[in-house]
């Protein structure tokens, strides 16, 4: 509750994609090719940030072996409970270790959310993974956008980038986390069902 508190005063704030229309992909369902396919996305000082609360123990050992040494604060998808977080080196021995992860487990196993960053500035942010959409920075260039797309068979969109967090959805979230009592959502993890009805996410 403490951290929610904090992150609706302002405090737990990072990058986020920041130009003013970003590229939209739907589509993306399998975790091997976009992992695999991600090279073509990002530039080779790429930092990737994964978010989870169920990461397998050996992927998180392999993230902490290959932590970022120049990492910064980036803004956070979970708002409970807190996930975990690693922020990981881009390179070709990630990428060919991932996509060994990703032939064995489930997705949840790796990461729940997925971005990528270059000094301050995303590059993209994959919300969801495999399940929502991947938005990515105008930061990358349609060209490679495009190239990327034909790479995993998708198609995308240029929109405007509108990807701003409202404190007074937060501040909602946390009067229903305050009084569970009053919360009658069928199914669960009710938490999340009622923060994507607020949100649309």
Known sequence: MDNLRGMIAGRGDGIDLDTPFRWVIQGVEQPEP?????PLLLPSDAILYFEGGS????????YESHRARNAVAVVRDTIFPV????????????????????????????????KAYRGESLLFTF????????????????????????????????????????????????????????IRIAGGPWWRRL???????
């Open 34 to 38: 976009f992992i695999r396919t991600l």
């Open 55 to 62: 990461i397998a123990p050996d992927v998180s050992a392999f």
């Open 83 to 114: 996930p975990d977080i690693y922020h990981v080196a881009f390179s070709q021995d990630v990428v060919a270790r991932l996509r060994e992860f990703a032939a064995s487990r489930s997705s949840q196993e790796l990461f729940d959310h997925i």
């Open 127 to 182: 919300h969801d993974a495999f399940a929502g959409h991947l938005l990515i920075s105008e930061h990358i260039t349609e060209s490679v956008v495009a190239e990327f797309c034909r790479s995993v068979s998708v198609s995308y969109q240029r929109e405007p980038n509108v990807n701003k967090r409202d404190p007074e959805q937060l501040r909602r979230f946390l009067l229903a986390l305050e009084n569970p009592h009053k």
């Open 195 to 201: 923060w994507r009805q607020w949100t649309r996410r």
